[in-house]
């Protein structure tokens, strides 16, 4: 099998998740080749060791993200290679160029993917759907495109030494873009940086509301720990987004995270799932959390949180 993993760059660093598509490429025991675009992607070749090979597509507008531009080249890419599998990140890029790529080429897409393995000629794909309530199980036909999901395998499966020979493919031309970019801005960390904290105390929908934070507060200042939310407490204005985890807000990787009333939703396990300590409570035992977390405990957060904080401020 030959597969052609899409590769996600920034700053010169090849991003975590490309890193997971070549450690799921290499577990299908496939033939892999990454695929890189940019004004000068070829220099990123010595981070793709756990490539066989390298398509470089360069060009000055792939310099930074345009869907229309990088849907091109990957269109291009496809052409010339007639992978059995293309490979990309279900991320903003990857829902922006995969499915015009699926549509022009006439390959069937597959989403959300965790899992996959070849059987009978065909792929087999578990899916995650609905932020991890539900599991999908279909085989598709190769040659097929699939999103996998963040985390769905190890980065460092995937990151391997060496330099794989490297190919340039040009760009092709294309229309006018409809799209351009106007400004890059930088998220604002009111000087709060989840990212070097050693220890977070994590809340979720669950607390409620503004005023609801008391012992959520307390535990954190006993554990010396920074306080982190879950998207609908940003969206509901209860914490900053600074302090927000997960795809569309900070990965972080703490030795000690504290999980109260959150579901443990993918895009969520995005941010944190490489934690070196994972604790959740939860009321419901089966939240997809306690799946990954190392330790759990199904109860009410309101309920638990004084109690931990009285052991804490005897102990
Ligand atoms: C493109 C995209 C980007 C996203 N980015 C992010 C992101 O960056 N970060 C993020 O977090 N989410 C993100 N999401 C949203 C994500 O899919 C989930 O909706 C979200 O993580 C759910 O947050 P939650 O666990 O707090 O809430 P819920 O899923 O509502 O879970 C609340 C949990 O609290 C439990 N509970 C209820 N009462 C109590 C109690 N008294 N004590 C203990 N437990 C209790 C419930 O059993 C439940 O499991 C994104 C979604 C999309 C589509």
């Known amino acids: 099998m030959r597969v052609l993993v899409h590769v996600e760059h920034q700053a010169g660093a090849v991003s975590d998740t490309a890193f997971e598509l070549l450690a799921i490429a290499r577990n299908l025991g496939a033939e892999v080749e990454a695929l890189v675009m940019g004004a000068e992607p070829a220099t990123l070749a010595g981070q793709l060791g756990g490539a066989d090979s390298v398509i ?35 991320g903003t890029a990857g829902l922006d160029i995969a499915p015009p790529a699926a549509l022009r080429s006439g390959l069937p897409l597959m989403c959300n993917a965790v899992a996959l393995h070849p059987e009978e000629g065909e792929l087999a794909v578990r899916s995650q759907l609905y932020g991890g309530k539900l599991e999908a199980r279909a085989r598709v036909p190769l040659p097929a495109i699939v999103m996998a999901m963040p985390g769905a395998a190890r980065a460092e499966d995937g990151r391997l030494s060496g330099t794989p ?7 092709p031309s294309r229309s006018e873009a409809g799209v351009r970019l106007v400004e890059t801005l930088e998220p604002d960390t009111s000087g709060i940086d989840l990212t070097q904290a050693e220890r977070i105390v994590c809340v979720g929908r669950a ?13 954190a200042r006993l554990l010396d720990a920074e306080i982190a939310g879950s998207r609908p ?17 900070v990965t972080v990787k703490p030795r000690l995270y504290f999980m109260a009333g959150v579901s443990g939703a993918p895009e969520h396990l995005e941010g944190m799932g490489d934690s070196e300590l994972i604790v959740a409570i939860n009321t419901d035992e089966s939240a997809p959390i306690f799946a990954r977390a190392h330790y759990g405990a199904v109860c009410d ?5 004084p109690k931990l904080a009285s052991r804490l401020r005897d102990s």
């Open 301 to 305: 957060m309101f309920d638990v949180l």
């Open 233 to 249: 407490v940003i969206d509901a204005g209860w914490l900053p987004k600074a302090r927000q985890v997960g795809k569309s807000g």
């Open 165 to 171: 020979p490297v190919e340039t493919v040009a760009m």
């Open 56 to 90: 470089a597509i360069a060009d000055p507008v792939l310099k930074t993200y345009l869907p229309d531009a990088h849907g091109t080249a990957l269109q291009a890419a496809i052409q010339a290679r007639n992978p059995d599998l293309v490979l990309l990140s279900y």
């Open 207 to 219: 607390i409620g509301g503004a005023d609801k934070f008391a012992p959520v507060e307390e535990l």
